[in-house]
Nanobody, 124 residues
Framework: QVQLVESGGGLVQAGGSLRLSCAAS????????MGWFRQAPGKEREFAAA????????YYGDSVKGRFTISRDNAKNTVYLQMNNLKSEDTAVYYC?????????????????WGQGTQVTVSS
């Protein structure tokens, strides 16, 4: 069983930045494909970004491309989401997710483990 714990959310003004972290338990983190999703009130969960097990390949949703950067540090069992030029429409609960087979992509059903989420609120 893998536990994922997100942190780094908060309140920020439009145009500002935040960095989210997702710490994973377990010794096999380096094998996992990782993703970040978000869900705003009344909306479906939306894909934000994903990264391969090595960190060498990344993939972004259209709404965050060019503003968000996903990265990982396998020595620290942590994946990050750097969010720049934040907009009010980025307000959501952000979740990290892990796929134990090393796959990564935009489909939520691909992932086996999910964190509890961290709230990001962007004021305009």
């Amino acid at each position: 069983q893998v536990q994922l714990v997100e942190s780094g959310g908060g309140l920020v003004q439009a145009g500002g930045s935040l960095r989210l972290s997702c710490a994973a338990s377990g010794r096999t983190f380096r094998r996992y494909g990782m993703g970040w999703f978000r869900q705003a009130p009344g909306k479906e969960r939306e894909f934000a970004a994903a990264v391969s097990w090595s960190g060498g390949s990344t993939y972004y949703g259209d709404s965050v491309k060019g503003r968000f950067t996903i990265s990982r540090d396998n020595a620290k069992n942590t994946v990050y989401l750097q969010m720049n030029n934040l907009k009010s429409e980025d307000t959501a609960v952000y979740y990290c997710a892990a796929d134990r087979d090393g796959q990564y992509g935009s489909a939520a059903g691909l992932y086996d483990y999910w964190g509890q989420g961290t709230q990001v609120t962007v004021s305009s």
